[in-house]
């Protein structure tokens, strides 16, 4: 190939991977919380009485949010604003120090809660000021469910 084409294929090719945009990335926040999600809803289904309480699981679900809160925010990046079904909402980007703030936040409700929560009667207000950090970031940043 002359030497000036093969210069061009290589920009040509670099501009695409700029432009597109990274769903591998995507996919790896969405299994992120997933696994939260999966840890939490026997917890939620304790809170609502419709499971006997039961404290390790409790101690397990906690143990999965302070594992993924320093992880999720790195999941973000400026290319990964659309595609693979995200319901993140394009205002993280414009607010990304406070989206990023309430990761911290939800490491620290994390261990807030592991601390408080020895028996049944610890575990309901320290559970819900917990899953209030969740509550609140998806009303904002992520697609409501339709
Ligand atoms: C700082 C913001 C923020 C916090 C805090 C947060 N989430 Fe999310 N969550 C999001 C965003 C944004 C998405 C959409 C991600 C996407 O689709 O790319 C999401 C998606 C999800 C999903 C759907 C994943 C899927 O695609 O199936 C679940 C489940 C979930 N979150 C659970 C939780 C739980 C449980 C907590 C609290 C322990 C939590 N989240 C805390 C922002 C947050």
New binding site residues.
């Given amino acids: 190939m002359h030497r000036a084409l093969v210069v061009f294929a290589a920009f040509a090719l670099g501009a695409t991977a700029v432009a597109a945009q990274n769903t591998t990335v ?1 996919k790896d ?2 299994e992120h ?2 696994a ?2 999966k840890a ?1 809803k026997p917890v939620s289904a304790m809170y609502k009485g419709e499971e006997d309480f039961d404290l390790a699981k409790v101690q397990a679900a906690i143990g999965v ?1 302070k594992e993924k809160a320093p992880i999720l925010p790195t999941l973000f990046p400026d290319d990964a604003k659309t595609g693979d079904d ?3 909402l394009p205002v ?1 980007w414009d607010k990304k120090a406070d ?1 990023e703030a ?2 911290k936040k ?1 490491g620290e409700a994390a261990l807030a809660a592991e601390a408080a929560i020895k028996d049944e009667d610890t575990f309901p207000d320290a559970w819900k000021t917990l899953m209030g ?2 509550s609140g ?2 009303k904002e ?2 697609k409501p469910k339709s």
Wanted: net charge positive; charged share 25%.
């Fill in positions: 995507i926040r969405k919380f997933k939260m999600g939490v949010i995200t319901e993140a993280i989206f309430r990761f939800l950090n969740c970031c998806h940043f992520r």
